[in-house]
């Protein structure tokens, strides 16, 4: 909820004074490798493994995230006419689960082990996401700079993971406090990255901020329930479908606005920021309704 309560805060502010926002632009990039270093180092050697041991729920949830939202999000993309922005939606739909998705599966008393699992493995996994989704799916008339996003995607979030994990899995006495220290640093950072997309998209904001964020509700409302249909299919327990839920539905959108910014412009950008705010507001408000209907665990 602080997040929460600092993004929207901060989004108002980065919208009326950009200036301070867009004068740590250069750093998005290294500080997103770091907060994803952080990331990493949140794996522990026991979850890596329950995953060696038992890798099919993590599979089957991870083919599910990737199939739904890549394509829901090529369809909401034909509602648009900007080449940078149908491109700019696509790319949220190709993005990994977000961080803040463990937390929420905490609150909605789903299965943490299989969404820690979910949001490391796919994050790896994105680039192979991004190089396979997003020549098929952007049919445009700008060239996709589908090479560059990868490369980037690789150096910002599979090297930085990797490290990270490995880190955590070597060092035999990893302090109490790291994990709270790492969680939080990683929040601020993706805040910080949202605020600087903010600042430097000002006038598009004002101009189509209400049709961009009605179109990343519709992406965010039809991950959650495919996401909710597919656990049900899969014969999952009630935990679990919840885990897939927030795993589908709560994407790392300020990677997507970090690799946006770099390749796709000021409008590709925009649906990340959108995105990242808007699936924390929807399953936050989910929440006292989920905990109301928990009696089949």
């Known amino acids: 909820m602080i997040v929460f309560l600092g993004l929207l805060l901060g989004a108002a502010l980065a919208f009326y004074f950009p200036g301070p926002f867009l004068f740590v632009k250069p750093a998005l990039k290294p500080a997103f490798a770091v907060t994803m270093l952080f990331v990493g180092t949140l794996v522990r050697p026991e979850q890596v493994r329950a995953f060696l041991a038992a890798p099919l729920p993590p599979l089957a949830g991870l083919i599910a995230q990737y199939s739904i939202m890549p394509v829901v999000a090529w369809a909401v993309s034909t509602f648009y006419s900007d080449p940078q922005l149908k491109v700019g939606i696509i790319l949220v739909g190709c993005m990994p689960g ?88 990683a929040s601020v950072a993706i805040v910080l ?10 006038e598009a904001l004002a101009a189509s901020g209400a049709a961009i964020a009605g179109g990343m509700l519709v992406l965010n409302l039809a991950g959650y329930s495919l996401a909710f249909a597919c656990g049900t299919a899969l014969g999952w327990k009630p935990t679990q479908r919840r885990t897939l839920v927030i795993e589908v539905g709560m994407q790392n959108a300020g990677l997507g606005s970090v690799l946006a910014v770099s390749h796709l412009g000021a409008a590709g950008a925009l649906p990340s920021a959108f995105y990242t705010v808007l699936c924390v507001v929807t399953a936050a408000s989910a929440l006292p309704l989920v905990r109301l209907l928990q009696n089949d665990d």
């Not at 803040?100 to 949001?119: I, K, P, W």
């Not at 989704?133 to 930085?160: C, E, F, Q, R």
């Not at 993971?161 to 070597?170: L, P, T, Y």
């Not at 990255?193 to 000002?202: G, T």
């Open 98 to 185: 977000a961080m803040a998705s463990n937390v929420m599966t905490v609150l909605f008393r789903g299965d943490l082990l299989l969404s820690v699992t979910m949001t490391a493995v796919a994050t790896l996994l994105c680039p192979l996401v991004i190089a396979f989704w997003l020549p098929l799916l952007a049919g445009t008339s700008i060239d996709v700079p589908v090479y560059g996003l990868v490369v980037d995607a690789v150096k910002l979030v599979v090297v930085p993971v990797f490290v990270g994990i490995s880190v955590r899995q070597f060092v035999k006495r990893v302090p109490d406090w790291w994990d709270r220290l790492a969680t939080a640093l």
């Open 193 to 202: 990255i949202v605020l600087v997309v903010v600042a430097a998209n000002r």
